[in-house]
């Protein structure tokens, strides 16, 4: 099998029809950032600056997420930044299970282009889906799995983090082991 490039793909997702979301979508929110990253993040779904810019994590979460970047040494173009479902739900409502299976062959295939050497689910939609449906952030944030021979971690969502600056410390710590990812172990 021949396999699509990252612009090839998103052109395809560009006029996704396979779920309700694309009626009250203004864009597909595909991903942004290196096709060759070592670091992949995946969200949750667009929120409404990302819906009308196109591009993930440009509102107050994503922001943070860009403290966090800078804190080791990397920005978003060293990154690849996505999300589980590339249609925002209306009022942010969490993606539906079935819209995320709509979206999920996506990311997928996203994945199987970029190669990343680690994996980070921002906050519990994706780390439920891509790691274990029990999985819980402030337990198991920072543990590195294997998952189908990728590297996956889970972290807090930044969007959790304004609401509990508390727990930056502790995300902190996981930013750590992902710089080591950055670098190459
Ligand atoms: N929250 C997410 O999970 N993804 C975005 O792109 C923006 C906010």
Same mark, same amino acid.
């Given at each position: ?44 779904? &667009?929120?409404?600056? +990302?819906?009308?810019?196109? @591009? ?12 966090? $970047? ?11 930044i996505a999300n589980m479902c590339k249609c925002r739900p209306p009022s942010?409502?969490? &993606?539906?299970?079935? +819209?995320?299976?709509?979206? @999920?062959?996506?990311l997928r295939e996203q994945v199987r282009i970029i190669k990343p050497s $680690? ?44 609401r509990n600056p508390n727990q930056k410390p502790e995300a902190l710590k ?12």
């Amino acid at each position: 099998m021949v396999q699509k490039s990252l612009s090839e793909l998103k052109n395809e997702v560009s006029g996704c029809t396979r779920c309700e979301l694309c009626k009250t979508r203004t864009n597909v929110v595909f991903g942004s950032g290196n096709e060759n990253a070592r670091i992949m993040f995946i969200g949750e779904a &667009p929120g409404e600056k +990302e819906d009308l810019s196109g @591009i993930p994590f440009v509102g107050r979460a994503g922001q943070l997420l860009d403290k966090f $970047l800078e804190a080791i040494e990397l920005d978003r173009e060293s990154v690849y930044i996505a999300n589980m479902c590339k249609c925002r739900p209306p009022s942010n409502r969490d &993606p539906r299970p079935e +819209e995320q299976d709509m979206c @999920i062959e996506y990311l997928r295939e996203q994945v199987r282009i970029i190669k990343p050497s $680690l994996i980070v689910c921002l906050g519990r939609i994706s780390a439920q889906r891509l790691i274990s449906p029990d999985f819980k952030v402030t337990k198991q944030h920072g543990e590195v799995y294997d998952k189908n021979g990728f590297n996956i971690m889970g972290t807090f969502h930044p969007a959790a983090l304004l609401r509990n600056p508390n727990q930056k410390p502790e995300a902190l710590k996981d930013f750590l082991i992902i710089k080591e990812y950055a670098k190459g172990l």
